[in-house]
T-cell receptor
Framework: GEDVEQSLFLSVREGDSSVINCTYTDSSSTYLYWYKQEPGAGLQLLTYIFSNMDMKQDQRLTVLLNKKDKHLSLRIADTQTGDSAIYFCAESMDSGYALNFGKGTSLLVTP | DAGVIQSPRHEVTEMGQEVTLRCKPISGHDYLFWYRQTMMRGLELLIYFNNNVPIDDSGMPEDRFSAKMPNASFSTLKIQPSEPRDSAVYFC??????????????FGPGTRLTVL
């Protein structure tokens, strides 16, 4: 599939906000997703946004979508050490049901 | 529901041996996906099934890899013969996209495969 691009690494201090960015290529994607992977575990769905939305907020998480620029971001407010993990951006593929994942952004939260 | 179940969780084998990875999707889910995760290539989709039928296997690396889904509650990914470059974490995921709903995939814990 086409590439979903993410920065590989982000480090923030505990209590600060984290912003993880993603660019995707398929303008026909219906949904865009953020998954979280903790060490030694599988991927866990964090949140998703429908392509006709600009923003979605869910407690400490805010997802922003810029369809024109095909840019997706995940903001984590008041980042905690437990938020340290790899975060994957994903888009629906042309088939409609398979997802195209980015390579993941490794978030490190320092005390 | 117990979620997606994968076995074994860890597998260590020698080059040339046959390896079989197993997956039980979430009950009622009609899509099943196999992924491979490595540091170099990230998360790669290998194959996916809909209603037990393979839909897209273009991600399967080569003929040494095969996947089956004999029924709605079980799938296998087989590597024969295995090679050291097959060492990775293999994930199974399932989903049940409905009209008007999302195609959220639920992942199993993965099988960490090491081929010596």
């Amino acid at each position: 599939g086409e590439d979903v691009e993410q920065s590989l690494f982000l480090s923030v201090r505990e209590g600060d906000s984290s912003v993880i960015n993603c660019t995707y290529t398929d303008s026909s994607s219906t949904y865009l997703y953020w998954y979280k992977q903790e060490p030694g575990a599988g991927l866990q769905l964090l949140t998703y946004i429908f392509s006709n939305m600009d923003m979605k907020q869910d407690q400490r998480l805010t997802v922003l979508l810029n369809k024109k620029d095909k840019h997706l971001s995940l903001r984590i407010a008041d980042t905690q050490t437990g938020d340290s993990a790899i975060y994957f951006c994903a888009e629906s593929m042309d088939s409609g049901y398979a997802l195209n994942f980015g390579k993941g952004t490794s978030l490190l939260v320092t005390p | 529901d117990a979620g997606v179940i994968q076995s074994p969780r860890h597998e260590v084998t020698e080059m040339g041996q046959e390896v079989t990875l197993r997956c039980k999707p979430i009950s009622g889910h009609d899509y099943l996906f196999w992924y491979r995760q490595t540091m170099m290539r990230g998360l790669e989709l290998l194959i996916y099934f809909n209603n037990n039928v393979p839909i897209d296997d273009s991600g399967m690396p080569e003929d040494r890899f095969s996947a089956k889904m004999p029924n709605a509650s079980f799938s296998t990914l087989k590597i024969q013969p295995s090679e050291p470059r097959d060492s990775a974490v293999y994930f199974c995921a399932s989903s049940s996209p409905l009209v008007g709903s999302t195609d959220t995939q639920y992942f199993g814990p993965g099988t960490r495969l090491t081929v010596l």
